[in-house]
């Protein structure tokens, strides 16, 4: 583990390191880590945006945006995971275990977000105890990196068309597990922009379904005429 990520209460840090399928064989003496996961997700789009505002004082909101969405995206956070060598501590159900979970980049991610929620209640809810760290990794990203993985983001893409064209409240996706095995789950979502459905999609994990609910909405949006087919799906003004 990381020489910045020492815990006072070493029992959140076990919590953040529980995976579901670890819960379901021991119930009796096992929380999983879905809450926290919840709690780092939004310390790390708190903080990306931080960083980044920053960082880069010259670039324009919408790059800002893009670049934040690269810096938490399930490919950079399993990448943060391994670095904290999360994937030799994660407490993972047998079955999980023997189909490799510890190296599932959408696993590794969800730790990572939760252990970061956990580092966060463990300091008295002080984010400033857990900057250093987070933006220490964030500083090992290259910023080509960043600009690259930036321009693929779907639900990034989504966001940017109903901030230019609806208004600031961003898209709500509604996902749930509708099938699947506990080892090989699969999930369906739907997105919506001012209370309308504009895309459906299905995927492995909740942030996979969304980004294909994402993409399914720029695909009908296309069609109809409302945004502009080029390599980042630039809005109509």
């Not at 708190?46 to 960083?51: A, I, K, N, P, Q």
């Not at 321009?151 to 893409?157: C, G, P, Q, V, W």
């Amino acid at each position: 583990m990381h020489p910045l990520l020492k815990f006072q209460n070493e029992d959140l840090l076990e919590q953040a390191l529980t995976h579901r399928s670890y819960v379901r064989e021991h119930p009796r003496d096992a929380v999983d880590n879905e809450r926290l996961e919840f709690l780092g997700d939004a310390l790390l789009t708190f903080l990306s945006g931080d960083y980044l505002y920053r960082r880069f004082p010259d670039i324009k909101e919408d790059e800002m945006t893009r670049r934040r969405a690269a810096l938490v995206d399930e490919t950079q956070l399993a990448e943060f995971a391994l670095k904290l060598g999360l994937e030799q501590v994660i407490r993972l159900g047998k079955g999980m275990m023997q189909d490799g979970g510890s190296q599932n980049k959408n696993l590794l991610s969800s730790t990572f977000e939760a252990v970061v929620g956990a580092f966060y209640l463990d300091g008295d809810r002080d984010v400033e105890r857990i900057r250093p760290l987070i933006e220490e990794l964030f500083e090992e990203v290259p910023e080509e990196v960043m600009a690259t993985r930036s321009t693929l983001d779907s639900k990034n893409r989504l966001q940017e068309w109903t901030h230019a064209n609806v208004g600031h409240t961003p898209p709500k996706y509604t996902t749930e597990k509708v099938g699947g095995s506990d080892h090989n789950p699969e999930f369906a979502s739907q997105v919506y922009v001012s209370g309308k459905m504009i895309g459906r999609g299905k995927g492995r994990s909740k942030k996979d379904a969304e980004k294909q609910a994402a993409e399914d909405a720029l695909g009908n949006l296309l069609r109809k005429g409302l945004l502009q087919r080029n390599t980042k799906d630039t809005p109509k003004q």
